[in-house]
């Protein structure tokens, strides 16, 4: 059992047991990073999610105030899929070792078992508030979810907010070329196809339409599996749209070396500025791994 000083951060960024409204809060503080995490990281704090914290506290929040047996062990389920058995892919690229993200893994499934033994002994909700907290806080420092910034500053943080923080994308025309991408926002066109081969992503299926294409690994397994809990109930489906999951910038004058009129997604792999009140202009697809098709948001 992990005995760390994370126990003095127990209290913040926790769920509990609301009784006037009789049910599940969040108190929207996050948690500390786990001490393993931490050490691979410089120990700072200044780290954003792939699916951020909050969108994490209400998946666990909203499932958890249905006190349904079999509907919360199944939850339980897709989020050990969704984050657990990533964990030790380790798209982060943080340099944890496999053992100690094994091992996380193992305190992960283990907070999911101890709430599920004190549902089924029919324990009351404020009895279990300490389970889910342990299991929000884990979720909050899985390596799998966790992005190393190129810039790591307070200010990326709080631009991203809620949003989902992509890896690897690139922006594709009507005609079929790649004219922006998270490296340059100049580059030569390149025929989509060429593109994700020399971006060591292989035989994809071609462009469907104008917009933006997710190519990370990572990241799409992420997307795969949150589409997943929504199309089995456990999170709202408004939580899974593009203008509300991704900051979108589309300059339409030249700003510093960003040219005009170029399409891009903000995120902590490049410097592209989040322009103000910029709404979101394009689609965002994303590669379904189930049907082996390009899917809207």
């Known amino acids: 059992m992990e005995r760390t000083r994370d126990m003095e951060f127990q209290m913040v960024g926790k769920i509990f047991w609301d009784p006037q409204n009789r049910q599940f809060d969040i108190d929207n503080k996050r948690p500390a990073f786990k001490r393993f995490v931490r050490r691979y990281m410089n120990n700072g704090q200044n780290r954003c999610h792939s699916i951020s ?22 939850a339980i389920r897709h989020m050990q899929a969704t984050f657990g058995n990533g964990i030790g892919m380790n798209y982060s690229g943080a340099a944890i070792p496999w053992r100690s993200s094994v091992t996380y893994i193992r305190q992960l499934n283990n907070y999911a078992t101890k709430l599920c033994n004190k549902i089924n002994r029919a324990a009351g909700p404020h009895l279990i508030e300490n389970e889910l907290s342990q299991f929000l806080s884990h979720l909050n420092s899985c390596p799998y979810n966790l992005r190393y910034p190129v810039n790591v500053n307070v200010n990326w943080n709080q631009a991203v907010g809620e949003d989902f923080d992509p890896r690897m994308w690139c922006y594709v025309d009507a005609a079929g070329n790649v004219i ?5 926002l100049t580059p030569a066109p390149t025929a989509f196809g060429n593109y994700c081969a020399a971006r060591g992503r292989g035989v994809l299926p071609a462009s469907v339409g104008t917009g933006f294409y997710l190519l990370d690994g990572g990241d799409t397994y992420l997307l795969n599996r949150m589409f ?12 899974l749209n593009a203008p509300q ?5 589309s300059v339409t004058t030249a700003n510093g070396n960003i040219p005009a009129n170029v399409p891009y997604l903000p995120s902590s792999s490049n410097n592209y500025p989040v322009q103000a009140n910029n709404p979101f202009q394009a689609n965002i697809y994303f590669y379904d791994m189930f049907s082996g098709q390009w899917k809207l948001f």
């Open 180 to 184: 922006s991408n998270d490296r340059s």
């Open 228 to 239: 997943d809990l929504a199309t089995q109930g456990f999170l709202s489906q408004q939580y």
């Open 53 to 74: 914290f909050y969108l994490l506290s209400v998946l666990l929040c909203d499932f958890s105030n249905n006190l349904n047996q079999a509907t919360l062990q199944a």
């Open 245 to 249: 999951l991704f900051l979108s910038s």
